[in-house]
């Protein structure tokens, strides 16, 4: 499919906590990082203020009313969808689309409608039920559900914990919501690489989480216990797959890219960005305050609670940017000029749709170039052609990268070998096709 970049973002979060707080200027900011589609985390109604709540206001993964929003968002409670309607057409006049939760396999314990429900729950989700997908009610109640959604005039559906519920029963959910919805993209959390084809094919998922793929793997690479060896390995074992993929290094499950847990500091993580941005043609999701470098200081390992009332510093400065132009300071500034760079060569069809060749297989042995440290490739479309090098190690790099003929027929490059420099845990990018047309050339970043 069409490579999209999707903005996660919690409503509670941002600015007063309002739908309202995605005014003018709150949208043209996250449009200005080459957003597609903004995935408001947290819409349909919730469970809070209960014994069985974990945190306040709640989870927004224990749903009790899947035809509701939370009345904590609208600035009028008792016109909370209305508000949340002039908020999806808001979205839309700024050219981007809407995502909302779709949760299959749980509801909150004091969930009441049509779903049938089970008195046991997964894991440690005590503040949930599991849902008994073997009733038909089930399956006819969640078309209902999605229907609901999708009428209201939101986009798509990002779809938790679908390895959970049964693959049939949901597959069949889909195709009936889409046989009147057809344009509605449904983005679907899942971890089992042996599972991917399925839930493409079988199932009917547009996207897929890659997290046990390139996740998992750059997160090692970047510990130094992988290495990049594993990114080819990836790429060629997804074959086909690779444009149902969504690629990510935050979201509300994980930790915190620059927090202390992970890379620490945005200067150790260009290389993985790039990577996951711009090798192929998958989707890449950023999670609010992510680009400017956001830690969880106010969290819990790492993490921005989706649990409780919190206010991570990177959002306050964000909202205080929309509205005065200042509140980050120097820092965060860079960190969200560098991202907007790199959304941009995202959002450029070279990186969205061009061809794509690893370069790596021929430079094991090139001058400088490390294959358990670096990765390297090559993007080319209509005469215009970028090779990007990745540096995973906290060195400078000078690497002679060979150009096999192969791709050279394929893309319009001439040159036999390219030297390029590279920043510890940074990327270059070299430029060069039939024209006269250039994006970059021989751009160290980092």
């Known amino acids: 499919m069409h490579s999209v970049i999707i903005y996660q973002v919690l409503p509670r979060l941002w600015g007063e906590g309002k739908y309202s707080s995605f005014d003018g200027p709150s949208l043209k900011y996250i449009k200005s990082l080459g957003t597609d589609y903004i995935w408001y985390t947290g819409v349909p109604r919730h469970a809070t203020g209960e014994s069985f709540v974990k945190g306040n206001p709640g989870s927004p993964y224990a749903v009790c009313d ?247 510093v990177s959002l306050a400065h964000i909202w205080r940017y929309t509205r005065e132009g200042k509140g980050p300071g120097r820092k965060e500034r860079g960190i969200l000029s560098r991202y907007r760079e790199l959304c941009k060569l995202k959002s450029r069809s070279l990186f969205r749709s061009g061809g794509v060749w690893d370069l790596c297989y021929c430079n094991e042995d090139s001058p400088g170039f490390n294959p358990d440290r670096m990765t390297a490739f090559a993007r080319y479309e209509n005469g215009r052609a970028a090779v990007v090098l990745c540096n995973f190690s906290e060195s400078a790099a000078e690497v002679q990268l060979r150009i096999p003929e192969e791709l050279r027929r394929a893309s319009g490059i001439t040159a036999v070998e390219v030297r390029m420099q590279c920043a510890p845990c940074g990327f270059s990018l070299w430029n060069c096709g039939r024209n006269s047309v250039t994006l970059l050339k021989n751009r160290i970043y980092g």
């Open 66 to 312: 899947w035809f509701d929003t939370n009345p904590y968002l609208a600035e009028d409670p008792d016109a909370r969808l209305q508000e949340f309607r002039a908020l999806l057409e808001r979205t839309r006049r700024e050219g981007m689309k809407s995502i909302v939760d779709f949760i299959p396999n749980h509801v909150a314990c004091n969930y009441r409608g049509g779903l049938s429900v089970l008195d046991w729950h997964d894991g440690d989700w005590t503040d949930t039920l599991k849902v008994d997908w073997s009733a038909e009610q089930t399956r006819q109640e969640f078309v209902r559900v999605l229907k609901f959604w999708a009428g209201m005039g939101v986009d798509g559906f990002r779809c938790d914990m679908v390895e959970l519920v049964p693959a049939d029963a949901l597959g069949s959910v889909i195709r009936e919501v889409k046989r009147e919805f057809s344009d509605l993209l449904f983005v679907a959390e899942v971890y089992g690489r042996e599972n991917y084809g399925r839930y493409i094919r079988e199932v009917g998922f547009d996207l897929l989480y890659d997290k046990s793929g390139s996740y998992d793997i750059l997160r090692a690479i970047m510990a130094g216990n992988a290495s990049a060896r594993s990114l080819t390995w990836n790429w060629q074992g997804l074959g086909p797959l690779q444009d149902n993929m969504l690629n990510f290094l935050e979201n509300h499950d994980e930790q915190r890219l620059c927090s202390p847990y992970f890379a620490s500091e945005a200067d150790r993580t260009w290389a993985a960005l790039a990577y996951s941005m711009l090798f192929n043609d998958a989707s890449f999701m950023l999670y609010a305050g992510q680009e400017m470098g956001e830690d969880a200081s106010e969290g819990s390992e790492g993490r921005t609670s989706i649990f409780n009332w919190c206010r991570p």
